[in-house]
């Protein structure tokens, strides 16, 4: 539906508000409303990918060292990855802008 | 060839959905509607309609199970009323945004409380604003036609909305009347096999009735309002070919001996017939009284209904429901009418009276008592925005 990229008109919508590309939902922006954003130290990680599992939405994926960077696109804040890291690896920072 | 018999509304509602070859019928019982669904269930059972009966477990779980299968492509009939709708109504506004042709009986019944499983137009209005084509039937013959109507209404393209058939609880619902029941072959050649737009299909996969954040959700409402805008003509092009066809001719309004009426009323439903007989009464008399039916009430044919009382002195809508206003503005019926008026800067005296609640009888008398109140008024000052008529002090 609506893309960060450009809302659309309401003659463009489709038919029955369908969505007919399936999986489009990774285009939406979720990740603007946060207020405190998860921060990794690498030194800590062990690269179990409990952050991965655990987050809510896509924010974790596995790079080609094996750590798990955030995207901030999705990042809500929640926290849960913090919560969840059996290392502490993960901490909360605060957002300043 | 088509038949005349002697049937219960209800069966003859029932029947005239299986003409439709409807595909799939989701229900829950509830009286008055209950003769409606529990003689779909025995086509089913008896092997004379191959559809999929759904026992659900609730009106709620009814139109749910309705979405699912007319978003699958199947063409899918409920019916309800009262609390049954009250219960179901959530899922009817869904069922209008996702632009599924549904087709619902509603024997129209009041709502609680006091408990009352008898007629007036509560559930009608409460389904005002849900996005659905709501038309409404006078007596039985019209129940059988509108319903054959309703799905060539709602699976026109150019519409494709759901369709609510009103027809009064009892006072329609369980009467026994002489039918003409259309011949199948007849029936199929009105209604073309319902092909829509988008269904859901494994390999075309889509999604139906996603989240609407602030940065669209108002353009979603403005498509909608354009689409359901532009259904007018399409549902009287269905009726003139209907008329054609079967040789019965509807109009999103109906009028009877309004063209010199000084006094125009404005009903709905089966109470119109009474107001015909009351029309006579009053003309015998020597009143011009004329009666203004209105066969659709959303979308609100305002051109046609303001055609049929723009040049009358007096207008008195009836409406069948408590709208619990607060007593300064009219009940729904006459708040249409009154918006058409004001914008065509057209100002009749304009009375409003509320009648015929939880099966209470309006007789002719009625009628009558309601021209001596309008004679009687004054245009001095603030008028009353609507009174009960035949209620004890």
């Known amino acids: ?97 | 060839m088509s038949k005349k018999i002697g049937i219960e509304v209800s069966i003859a509602c029932a029947e005239a959905a299986g003409l439709c070859d409807v595909d799939v019928v989701a229900a829950y019982p509830i009286t008055p509607q209950t003769h409606i669904v529990e003689h779909l269930s025995e086509m089913v059972a008896d092997g004379h309609l191959d559809a999929e009966f759904v026992p659900v477990e609730s009106e709620h779980s009814a139109m749910s199970a309705c979405i699912g299968s007319s978003a699958a492509g199947a063409r899918t009939f409920t019916s309800t009323c009262s609390q049954g709708y009250a219960l179901m109504s959530e899922l009817c506004y869904i069922a209008a945004s996702l632009r599924l042709p549904i087709v619902m009986a509603v024997a129209n019944r009041a709502l609680s409380a006091p408990i009352n499983i008898w007629n007036d137009h509560a559930d009608l209005m409460y389904a005002r604003d849900t996005g659905w084509v709501q038309i409404i039937a006078e007596n039985g013959q019209e129940v059988v036609d509108l319903t054959i109507q309703a799905f060539r209404i709602a699976e026109d393209p150019n519409i494709s909305f759901p369709v609510q058939v009103n027809l009064d609880g009892f006072t329609l619902s369980h009467m026994i009347e002489p039918l003409t029941i259309p011949d199948k072959a007849e029936v199929q050649k009105y209604l073309p096999p319902f092909k829509p737009k988008f269904y859901l299909d494994p390999s075309n996969p889509m999604t139906l009735g996603a989240v609407g954040m602030p940065d669209i959700y108002t353009e979603a409402r403005k498509a909608q309002d354009e689409a359901f805008k532009a259904t007018l003509p399409y549902i009287e092009k269905a009726w003139d070919e209907f008329g054609k066809q079967f040789g019965r001719q509807y109009k999103p309004v109906e009028t009877y001996k309004a063209d010199d009426a000084e006094t125009i009323l404005i009903s709905m439903g089966s109470l119109s017939e009474t107001a015909m007989t009351a029309v006579d009464h009053l003309r015998a008399k020597g009143k011009k009284v004329g009666l203004a039916r209105i066969r659709l009430f959303r979308p609100f044919p305002a051109e046609a209904l303001f055609a049929a009382i723009k040049n009358a002195k007096n207008v008195i809508v009836l409406d069948r429901v408590t709208s619990f206003t607060g007593g300064h503005v009219s009940g729904p019926v006459a708040l249409e009418v009154k918006s058409i008026l004001w914008d065509r800067k057209c100002y009749p005296k304009l009375r409003n009276f509320l009648v015929g609640l939880g099966g209470r009888d309006t007789t002719v008398e009625n009628f009558e008592e309601m021209l001596e109140k309008v004679a009687a008024s004054k245009d001095d000052g603030v008028a009353p925005a609507y009174e009960f008529i035949n209620v004890r002090e």
């Open chain 1, 1 to 97: 539906m609506a893309k960060e990229t450009g809302i659309k008109s309401w003659k463009e919508l489709n038919f029955g508000i369908a969505i007919t590309t399936p999986g489009n939902a990774s285009e939406l922006k979720t990740g603007d409303w946060r207020s405190m954003r998860p921060e990794t130290n690498k030194e800590k990680c062990t690269k179990c990918g409990q952050c991965y599992i655990f987050c809510p939405d896509m924010v974790y994926s596995k790079d080609a060292e094996g750590y798990y960077p955030q995207n901030y696109y999705w990042c809500k804040g929640c926290g849960i990855c913090a919560k969840e890291c059996p290392v502490d690896a993960i901490t909360m920072v605060q957002e300043v802008d």
